[in-house]
């Protein structure tokens, strides 16, 4: 199974200002292709900040690093210069990422007319740490760039959320669907009728008994009516051993339930 450490740059973050759904998003579609998010990180718009956190996460040797945020015009943009500080790369003018950067503007300047000019902040969306590779981001201006250091992939991309996930689904999630070798799967079940502490044990035997799956419950209330739901999820060599899985914990899960009272509605997804 490979690994994945999002790596998500931005003030903006760190004071409230937004909700990190480029990180939701991420999260979950590395999930449905079978990979496994071990941290999600947030840094500010700090040189020393984003380079301690490259090399830190280097160091646990995921086999992705994806940073979102910081590949723009603007000084605060500096998520490439932090990543070439953590690895003690030059900063380059790479001719291929400035080829992008001008041939996005020069549409602009067609569909809005206005005068084209590579100005030094436009270049600078074409400056990448020595090897760094630039990749083609089909929406905006600023590439996305993959650089590889050793075993890890790093990805970096953009912050706007659309085109984040534009660049993800046309480049990144084909790789990552071709490498997988495991299928991620998940049931709920909707529990009336017991208290969460009831249910505790009753999760911790279903694990132990299929140490393939990992149960969270959440307190939910929907119309005045308290519930617990039940995400169960697995991760398994095929799609139909995954759902032979959850069907085995589920049926395990609502016969304890009812044997306590409770009710239990079961939803696939």
């Not at 519930?227 to 589920?250: D, G, K, P």
Request: charged residues 25%.
């Amino acid at each position: 199974m490979f690994t994945v450490e999002i790596l998500s740059i931005g003030n903006e973050l760190l004071i409230g200002k937004i909700a990190n759904t480029n990180a939701q998003y991420l999260a979950r579609r590395i999930t449905e292709l079978g990979g496994k998010v071990t941290r999600i990180i947030v840094v500010g718009d700090n040189l020393d900040e984003i380079a301690e956190a490259v090399r830190e996460s280097l160091g646990r040797r995921p086999s992705f690093i994806i940073t979102t945020g910081g590949l723009g015009p603007t000084f605060d943009d500096m998520t490439l210069t932090g990543i070439g500080r953590a690895l003690n790369l030059e900063m380059v003018l790479n001719e291929e990422a400035l080829r992008m950067v001008r041939e996005r503007y020069e549409v602009l300047s067609r569909e809005r007319g206005i005068p084209f000019e590579l100005t030094p902040a436009r270049i600078k969306m074409a400056i990448l740490p020595k090897n760094a590779e630039p990749i083609r981001n089909p929406i905006g201006t600023a590439p996305g760039v993959r650089l590889k250091i050793d075993s890890t992939v790093i990805y970096a991309l953009p912050g706007v959320p659309s085109e984040m996930r534009a660049i993800f689904e046309e480049y990144i999630a084909p790789i990552l669907a071709k490498i997988s070798d495991r299928v991620f799967a998940e049931r709920y079940l909707f529990i009336e009728g017991v208290p969460e502490s009831s249910l505790a044990p009753i999760l911790e035997e279903a694990m132990g008994k299929y140490t393939d799956i990992y149960v969270k419950s959440h307190p939910r209330v929907e119309e005045g009516k308290p519930h617990i739901e039940l995400h169960i999820t697995t991760y398994s060599e095929s799609r139909e051993r995954a759902e032979s899985i959850l069907s085995a914990v589920a049926e395990y899960l609502k016969k304890a339930v009812r044997e306590r009272g409770g009710l239990v509605l079961e939803k696939h997804t």
